[in-house]
Structure formats: structure tokens, C-alpha cells
């Protein structure tokens, strides 16, 4: 089974702090994603990577950088937390065999005071 | 711009019925659709894969089929069961991506006993 994992499932945090959201997963996937989601307004991508040390903006990437230094590592970095990044966030991660379908990670819900 | 609907938010039926999920999309042909099942607080996970050239996809008590020509896909619950109650999310392939999706808001499906 493919396990995607995020180092928390919820976390506060105050702003203008710096928040890093790890996500692993341990299939060998070439491609990982970062995604916020909130209510109304669904699934949006902020970033992702098609492999090591590379990384592409996504839908919404303003706020936020990525990190790919490992394979099975992606991290999202929230360089100055604002109250408007408070959100569910969604790791995922595809690619073994071909394969299209996303593997998602628990969420962290963070919250931004 | 691609876009991508679940006509209903809430569906609400009797355990025992065929739930039936609609998603729309527009200024698009996707190669590919696919279903996926979120719980509340839990990442989404990977239901079914429809391709462009495939009219119907069955696993177990769900099946899923894809019109191109009407560009909707339609997401069948037989005999549905209160353990069926969770939110549905269409996804469909971004334009020009190397495995990208595109998601729907999601239809929340409650199954009553």
C-alpha cells in the first residue's frame, strides 16, 4: 500500500512565523504535489515537483515555497504565516508504474492566529 | 479556462438505492477522469480511472462512465450503504501537465439507514 505521511495534523502558529509542513511518501513516486482546501472552495494547487531539486508553481503558489531535496521528501514552507493561510493542507503524490491517480496524504490543519 | 462541476453539494438518499454523482466540464477534452472519496478531516482517496476511449468503468458496487460528447461523467453507488456517506471529488487532467488534475468542489453524499 502506498503511504503518503505529514510530520502533523494540526498546528497553530502565529503570524509573521515561519512554518515548514513536511510530507514523505515511501512508493518511489516521481511527483508530488502540494494543495490547500478550503470550504467553497475546494482542492487548489500551490506547488508541486516532477522530480529531485525541481519544482513548479501551481495554481495559488503567492506565500509559500517548496523543497525537494530527497526524492521521498516535499516540504512546504509558509515564509511569513498570514491569517489567510489558515487551511487544511493536502500532500500528494503519484507516478509508480505509470500510474495516474494521486495518493493523499492525512492533512495538516494549520491555523494561523 | 478549463472548469470542472459537481452539480449538487449535498445528495441525500436511502440506504439501499443507487446513488448517482454528476460531473461537468467544460473547454476541455481530458484523456483521462477520475473519482475519488474524502472523509471529513482525512486526505482524499483514489476511487476510479476512466479514460477518454472507455465508456464505462465498474469496480465492485461502483461504476463510473464518461461522455465525451456531452463531456459529463456520471458516479454510481449500488446499493448503497451509511458507510457510503462521505464527500465525492471528480478530478480531471490539466491541459498541458504532466498528471496535474483539475478538481470538483465535491458532492457530500448522505445515505440514511
Known amino acids: 500500500d502506498v503511504k503518503v505521511t505529514q510530520s502533523s495534523r494540526y498546528l497553530v502558529k502565529r503570524t509573521g512565523e515561519k512554518v515548514f509542513l513536511e510530507c514523505v511518501q515511501d512508493?518511489?513516486?516521481?511527483?508530488m504535489f502540494w494543495y490547500r482546501q478550503d470550504p467553497g472552495l475546494g482542492l487548489r494547487l500551490i506547488y508541486f515537483s516532477y522530480d529531485v531539486k525541481m519544482k513548479e508553481k501551481g495554481d495559488i503558489p503567492e506565500g509559500y515555497s517548496v523543497s525537494r531535496e530527497k526524492k521521498e521528501r516535499f516540504s512546504l514552507i509558509l515564509e511569513s504565516a498570514s491569517t489567510n493561510q489558515t487551511s487544511m493542507y493536502l500532500c500528494?503524490?503519484?507516478?509508480?508504474?505509470?500510474?495516474?491517480?494521486?495518493?493523499f496524504g492525512p492533512g495538516t490543519r494549520l491555523t494561523v492566529t | 479556462s478549463q472548469k470542472i462541476e459537481q452539480n449538487s453539494e449535498a445528495l441525500n438518499i436511502q440506504e439501499g438505492k443507487t446513488a448517482t454523482l454528476t460531473c461537468n466540464y467544460t473547454?476541455?477534452?481530458?484523456?483521462?477522469l477520475q473519482w475519488y472519496r474524502q472523509d471529513p478531516g482525512r486526505g482524499p482517496v483514489f476511487l476510479l480511472l476512466?479514460?477518454?476511449?472507455?465508456k464505462e468503468k465498474r469496480k465492485e458496487r461502483l461504476k463510473v462512465t464518461f461522455d465525451t460528447t456531452l463531456k459529463q461523467s456520471l458516479f454510481h453507488i449500488t446499493a448503497s450503504q451509511p458507510a457510503d456517506s462521505a464527500t465525492y471529488l471528480c478530478?480531471?487532467?490539466?491541459?498541458?501537465?504532466?498528471?496535474?488534475?483539475?478538481f470538483g468542489k465535491g458532492t457530500k453524499l448522505s445515505v440514511k439507514p
Open positions: 476512466i479514460r477518454e476511449n472507455e
Open positions: 500528494a503524490s503519484s507516478g509508480g508504474m505509470g500510474g495516474l491517480e494521486q495518493y
Open positions: 478530478a480531471l487532467e490539466k491541459r498541458g501537465s504532466q498528471g496535474n488534475l483539475i
Open positions: 473547454n476541455y477534452s481530458p484523456a483521462y
Open positions: 512508493m518511489d513516486h516521481e511527483n
